[in-house]
């Protein structure tokens, strides 16, 4: 192999490597919270359990991984912090879900 493909190559595999081992970040809510103060509410409340959210432009709240979000999503609920702009099923309207949908039909 030639010295440019060698370098074009591990570069392609360490772009690889890298995408594949960033951490995937996980939706809180599939909706935005448009609210600046029941954002920082909710903000709060994640920060009490010790939990790193991030906040995007678009208003969706993420963390790490999708075991932290049904935690999340478990305290949120069960302390009525659910935004009243969000739809209350929507918290359960999780894809892993779906094939239970398709197949009873």
Not at 9 to 27: E, H
Not at 52 to 62: F, R, S, Y
Not at 67 to 84: C, G, Y
Request: charged share 25%; hydrophobic share 50%.
């Amino acid at each position: 192999m030639k010295k440019a493909q060698v370098v074009l190559f591990s570069l392609m595999a360490a772009a690889a490597l890298n995408f594949s081992c960033a951490p995937k970040q996980v939706p809180l809510f599939e909706a935005p919270i448009t609210e600046q103060a029941v954002l920082d509410k909710i903000v709060q409340r994640i920060n009490q359990e010790g939990v790193n959210a991030v906040v995007g432009a678009d208003g969706i709240i993420t963390v790490q991984d999708e075991k932290t979000a049904r935690r999340m999503r478990a305290i949120l609920v069960r302390e009525d912090h659910i935004p009243q702009l969000l739809d209350p099923w929507q918290i359960f309207n999780r894809d892993r879900w779906t094939w239970i949908r398709t197949d009873l039909r």
